[in-house]
């Protein structure tokens, strides 16, 4: 079946001037969960290439992360909590039902009063790839002028040790980022957005509680419904053909020389070397997976951080960002930075 293609789309001025990260405090190895799942020594790490990754603690919500996160990246735009005029939530994980997260992370941030405007954009593990797209549409048409988004994750306290092949890949994270319209004559831009989804998939990662169909009181509710669960091979078979499509689509007239980092979802191993089969080189594909794990939404935006704190960007560069997600979903956008 043909994925959609990028209609129309012109660049949209889009300038990112700070940003943050906050990782929890409790490191767990892998001896760890070998121990607790009954997997042989080094099993872990050959399986999915993670080493450790980091997983809250009782302190440590959701919406505490990500206020860490966002005052980061305030600090690094060099501006006020109070000069931001939009709070945006891009997280895969909500920290409630209700209300929107945007709000959680506004009275975190001690705006509770502020008016400043809260949302969310959810879209799994693209959350962050969305948000981006949205924040420059508000950009670009002048509804609004400096952004804020945060992403914050928390995978741990949903796990299911009975099916190790996620219980041992996923990580806790917050990651945010301050972004405006880039002024005349910058050149940094929201190139190019491209998303696919795959609705057939929908039950292959899922977690089917927490919701109207099977509410968490409901004696008719199993309790493995409010557990994580995904089934990995039936993802990758899926996404085969449908990733090839969508990055020929998202990168299309563009050699791989030109663009200067890729910035993936950390999804597991056998993902991040995929991207070496279609043409990326090794040293441009940044990886966070072998410390952090899968963080989910906030995968991709503390992965950007790193990428930009350690200098391995500059002004004008093409980034490239891009994953897959529950839904299931591909997304990816094209940055000039």
């Known amino acids: 079946m043909p994925l959609p293609k990028i ?60 206020a860490m996160a966002a005052r980061e990246a305030l600090d690094d ?6 000069d931001i005029d939009l709070i945006m939530n891009a997280s ?63 995978s741990s306290r949903s796990l299911d040790f009975s099916q190790p092949e996620s219980a041992i890949l996923l990580g806790d994270g917050a990651a945010a980022c301050v972004v405006t319209r880039a002024p005349e004559g910058d050149g940094s831009a929201l190139e190019r957005y491209h998303q696919v989804g795959l609705g057939d998939g929908a039950d292959l990662t899922t977690l089917r509680g927490m919701g109207t169909t099977w509410p968490p009181n409901d004696p008719d509710t199993p309790p493995e419904y409010n557990l994580f669960y995904m089934d990995g091979l039936g993802i990758a078979a899926m996404l085969r053909g449908a990733f090839t499509s969508f990055l020929e689509t998202l990168t299309a007239g563009l050699s791989r020389a030109d663009v200067a980092a890729v910035v993936p979802h950390q999804a597991n191993a056998y993902a991040l070397r995929a991207l070496r089969r279609y043409g990326f080189p090794e040293g441009r594909i940044a990886k966070t997976l072998d410390r952090f794990g899968n963080c989910v939404a906030a995968s991709i935006p503390l992965t950007l951080y790193e990428v930009i704190r350690e200098g391995r960007i500059s002004q004008g560069d093409r980034v490239l960002l891009l994953g897959a997600g529950a839904g299931l979903c591909i997304g990816g956008i094209l940055l000039t930075y």
């Open 7 to 66: 209609e129309n789309m012109a660049p949209l001025p889009m300038k990112i001037i700070g940003c943050g990260r906050y990782m929890p405090r409790r490191v767990v190895t892998n001896e760890e969960l070998e121990a607790r799942c009954e997997l042989p020594a080094g099993w872990i790490e050959t399986k999915t290439g993670v080493r450790e990754r980091r997983w809250v603690e009782r302190d440590e919500s959701s919406t505490f992360m990500g």
């Open 77 to 82: 735009a060099g501006i006020a909590p109070a």
């Open 92 to 154: 895969g994980s909500p920290p409630r039902a209700l209300p929107d997260g945007g709000h959680l992370i506004q009275r975190e941030l001690g705006l509770g009063r502020s008016g400043i405007p809260c949302m969310t954009v959810h879209t799994t593990c693209l959350s962050f790839v969305t948000g981006l797209n949205v924040a420059a549409n508000f950009l670009a048409t002048g509804q609004r002028e400096t952004i804020l988004i945060v992403t914050s994750d928390i």
